[in-house]
């Protein structure tokens, strides 16, 4: 509306001037020297005005009418080509420069018969002589100012139209842009909050529903993400109390060590003062020299078991993997251990149903495991009780346990017993000549067997349980 009230008007008249002055030098070429039936004449200039909605004549260089259209009839438009026409031909300036450049001019004028607004335009054209003639054509500008007032009413329906057209699409959009986005923004809000369990509803395959495709992508990233960084967070913490628990095992060992190796060497250092000095003689003197090799033989075995568990947990030891009878050699600790049992009233016993029974492993280190095994049931359980060895066979699995009876272990303290320089007695009394290495080299032996155990209490008792792999028939030799 702007536009049209602004400048549509002079847009309009520039455009029809350009086309008036462009029909009326194209009419003057195709006629000019080459009118030879005036009837033909006329009627290309009836079709001249139906194509340019305007009036047109030919006059003479002085005014003188000589082709019109209704050339007969007293019309109007006659009367405004007249008045027209009159005043070119007054306007002696005008037509020179008409005639003498050949060019066409164009004026707008108020036709003072009907008092409308026209557009004329007159150009030179050659009938018999070059320039000998003017042709002049008028245009009314009253089409385009009624068809102006009849747009700008129709203004006020079309942007009714438009207004309801908007209503209408501005709620389809809604539901298509804005309810989406307002949900994808409330999904966001959340996600920043760390809550990665909220979902976009994925409706649409464009734009909005790519979003909430990688908006759904991004969630379940993040949350995968903070899954593993929180049980990632978790093992650092279980890694973290685990080395605070190695840390106050290593110090309990400091002092278990201190303790253990100052008690023998104090007693060494005690009674070799007193052989030096003459204190004791006879049975006595020999009492003094057992008692320092029974304590040497106690910080030996301390060195020894720590030398082991290192070379153990260093991965350097390589097994030597060989096939042999299981049973032979729980015999033989039995009886190398007879005496002790006596002394303590345990009795050692063996079951099984099994004449022999063959395995693969390695000798050496499993002697280790059933002999520090042995070594805590004779340790732990009291007197006038049992310790029961068993051996079963199940497939291609060897099963054996120790049980000891009349004592249970803290369910609590089961896993403990397996870290090193861990004992349950906080008091380290040396009594028991324990230095909380056995289990720990034990768990190092059986690991590398690629053994199953378990230590758990029974029912009158505590058993330690563990399998072998048992050596095929055609294997089996003695």
Do not use: W
Not at 382 to 388: C, E, G, L, S, T
């Amino acid at each position: 509306m702007l536009f049209q009230n602004l400048f549509f008007e002079e847009f309009y008249l520039n455009k029809k001037i350009k086309d008036m002055t462009r029909e009326i030098n194209k009419f003057s070429e195709l006629y000019s020297y080459n009118i030879s039936d005036e009837k033909n004449l006329i009627e290309e200039l009836f079709r001249f005005e139906q194509q340019n909605n305007s009036k047109v004549a030919i006059f003479s260089k002085d005014g003188q009418l000589k082709y019109l259209t209704n050339y007969y009839n007293n019309t109007d438009d006659f009367k405004t080509l007249t008045s027209f026409c009159t005043e070119l031909l007054n306007d002696k300036y005008l037509i020179n420069k008409v005639i003498t450049s050949g060019k066409t001019e164009t004026t707008v004028f108020e036709n003072k018969y009907s008092n409308t607004t026209k557009i004329g335009s007159v150009g030179a054209m050659s009938l018999n002589s070059e320039n000998d003639s003017l042709i002049v054509a008028v245009s009314s500008m009253q089409p385009i100012n009624e068809a102006s007032a009849v747009i700008q009413e129709f203004y006020f329906y079309l942007f009714l139209g438009f207004s309801i057209i908007g209503i209408f699409l501005s709620s389809i959009y809604a539901n298509l842009i804005s309810k989406p986005l307002v949900n994808i923004n409330k999904v966001a809000k959340k996600m920043s909050s760390m809550d990665f369990t909220v979902r976009c509803e994925e409706i649409s395959d464009d734009e909005i529903g790519n979003l909430a495709t990688t908006l759904n992508f991004l969630s379940s990233t993040l949350k995968n993400a903070l899954d593993d960084l929180k049980l990632k967070n978790k093992k650092l913490e279980e890694d973290i109390e685990k080395e605070r628990k190695l840390e106050e095992m290593r110090k309990d060992f400091v002092a278990s060590v201190s303790h253990d190796l100052k008690t023998p060497i104090g007693i060494i250092e005690g009674y070799a003062e007193g052989l030096k000095d003459g204190i004791a003689t006879g049975k006595d003197a020999l009492f003094y020299i057992e008692t320092i090799i029974d304590e040497s033989h106690k910080m030996n075995k301390l060195v020894t078991n720590m030398l082991e568990l290192s070379k153990l947990e260093s991965g350097n030891l390589e097994l030597v993997m060989e096939r042999f009878n299981i049973l032979r050699l729980i015999r033989k600790l039995i009886k190398s251990f007879q005496l002790e049992f006596e002394l303590k009233n345990l009795n050692l016993i063996l079951n099984t149903n099994l004449e022999y029974c063959y395995v693969i492993g390695d000798i050496f280190q499993l002697e280790q495991v059933l002999t520090n095994l042995i070594s805590n049931a004779l340790k732990y359980t009291p007197k006038d009780n049992d310790v029961i060895i068993e051996v079963n066979s199940i497939n291609n699995i060897i099963t054996i346990s120790i049980e000891n009876k009349g004592v249970h272990i803290p369910e609590e303290e089961i896993d403990n017993l397996y870290n090193k320089f861990y004992r349950i007695d906080k008091a380290r009394n040396s009594s028991n000549n324990s230095n909380g290495l056995g289990l720990s080299i034990v768990k190092r032996i059986l690991t590398l067997h690629e053994s199953s155990y378990i230590l758990s209490n029974t029912e009158n008792g505590v058993k330690f349980e563990f399998t072998l792999k048992k050596a095929n028939d055609e294997e089996i030799y003695d």
